[in-house]
């Protein structure tokens, strides 16, 4: 099972947006609509902040979005804000074989 | 409130094994499928296993097949990771999740027990 392919790092000053891309293959992230993200602030448990590519669960910031494009998932976060500093991680459905696979994380900075 | 709280996390030797657990608590624990997610030390998320409802449906990463075994007990809302043949790249934290089979969210993960495979 190969990771997702995350950029290592993004940042972004407050009030901007931010892009972080997660790209797969057909077998995973371009084969369903089962992309999930993840955000994860230092020594806690990852949360979830999107699942099937679009939709947020009750409670996250409508700042956090989601899309895909063939084999390339995005979280974009507008608005930046301070408290947005942590990791991010996608994952997504990966067949009954390999099931769910995650993409390596990207650390996000509010400069 | 769901709760997901994990113990059995510890020092083992290269070789040895450990049994995980999972309690839950706060939703009906036999109505969903459950999973374990791992993190090295300063490293990314690996999802290690899966379970369905029943317990009679189980998944694995290629890393940890032959190795770990994933099942629940419903009567005791609890999950388990019973993990044998433990090497040095399995030292991670274990996070215990609920997982949709419908949409594949990981959501919510518990704290997480830390295992250490050292000599």
């Known amino acids: 099972q190969s990771a997702l392919t995350q950029p290592p790092s993004a940042s972004g000053s407050p009030g901007q947006s931010v892009t972080i891309s997660c790209t797969g293959t057909?077998?995973?992230?371009?084969?369903?609509?089962?992309v999930s993200w993840y955000q994860q602030l230092p020594g806690k448990a990852p949360q979830l902040i999107i699942y099937?590519?679009?939709k947020r669960p009750s409670g996250v910031p409508d700042r956090f979005s989601g899309s895909k494009s063939g084999n390339t998932a995005s979280l974009t976060v507008s608005g930046l804000q301070a408290e947005d500093e942590a990791d991010y991680y996608c994952?997504?459905?990966?067949?009954?074989?390999?099931?769910?696979?995650f993409g390596g994380g990207t650390k996000l900075t509010v400069l | 409130e769901v709760q997901l709280l994990e113990s059995g996390g510890d020092l083992v030797q290269p070789g040895g094994s450990l049994r995980l657990s999972c309690a839950a608590s706060?939703?009906?624990?036999?109505?969903?499928?459950m999973s374990w997610v791992r993190q090295a030390p300063g490293k990314g998320l690996e999802w290690v296993s899966a379970?369905?409802?029943?317990?009679?449906?189980?998944y694995y990463a290629d890393s940890v097949k032959g190795r770990f075994t994933v099942s629940r007990d419903n009567s005791k809302n609890t999950l388990y990771l019973q993990m044998n043949s433990l090497r040095a790249e399995d030292t991670a934290l274990y996070f215990c999740?609920?997982?949709?089979?419908?949409?594949?969210?990981?959501?919510?993960w518990g704290q997480g027990t830390l295992v250490t495979v050292s000599s």
């Open positions: 999740a609920k997982i949709s089979t419908k949409s594949y969210k990981i959501d919510p």
């Open positions: 706060g939703f009906t624990f036999s109505a969903f499928a």
């Open positions: 994952s997504s459905y990966a067949g009954s074989n390999n099931f769910v696979v």
């Open positions: 099937e590519v679009t």
């Open positions: 379970v369905t409802v029943g317990g009679d449906i189980t």
């Open positions: 057909s077998s995973d992230v371009g084969g369903y609509y089962y």
